[in-house]
């Protein structure tokens, strides 16, 4: 199956909205030091609190402290190259989809896991 470029937009856009979303953690964890210890002990426990809902047992989530002369980028997982057909595998397919999910922001504004 392969993504056609509404897809496409929906996934960059759902990349975009996670990186705000993470960008505000950081930016409290930077302000508050027991934020910051909470997230980095329990970060499912505060991605849950802070978007007010539950998330799937499924998903892991680790949080990483920078050190001096380190920066990390996170980039998404890389699929599989398209085969010969140009259509992407269902494992591929299911990665960009995140198994069946995005985080993203849903119609009504609020944060979450989306099914995509």
Known sequence: MKLDTAQKSQAIEALRKRSEFENGLAIKAYEDETFKQQLLADPKKIYAQELGTTIPDSFK?????????????????ENEPAGADGELSDESLEAVAGGGWIFGRSSGNSWGFINF
């Open 61 to 77: 989530i680790e949080v990483l402290e920078e050190k001096p002369n380190t920066i990390y980028l996170v980039l998404p997982k």
